[in-house]
């Protein structure tokens, strides 16, 4: 008789599994980068009298790279999510344990995702109420 064997761990590639880990470490890095230019590009002109700048288009970048990379952790943690649900037997993402690898990935794909993300809008609202010089200093 031939019977094919099918494995739970071929339904879902490993890149998708890894992009869900990597996804929101690597946007939380990349912000912080993004920022950091962005900010000593748009500051440094006004800063040497001490003034706050209302440089628009550099706060629009901020803003663009910002809601990028979110949405960037945001796909990660869907990807991870979905993954876990295919490897998961818990009904319940509280009750969750990571009995597989790639269960555990997928449960530390979520875990960044949701603390990364929320570390980023953190990062991110100064730019709401303060101006982009002002809030470096």
Known sequence: MDF????RSDAVEPKRIWVGVV???AAWFLLGIAEMFITWRACMHNEEFGN???????????????FFLLALVAA???FSYQTWRKFSTQPRLAEA???SVQ??????????SVTLGAGMVWMTLPLFLLR????VR
């Open 4 to 7: 094919e064997q099918t494995s």
């Open 23 to 25: 996804a929101a470490g």
């Open 52 to 66: 706050a700048s209302r440089d628009i288009p550099a706060m629009a970048a901020a803003f663009a790279v910002s």
């Open 76 to 78: 990660g943690g869907f």
């Open 97 to 99: 344990e990571g009995h």
């Open 103 to 112: 269960e555990f990935l997928s449960l530390l794909g979520i875990f960044f």
């Open 132 to 135: 982009l010089c002002a809030r």
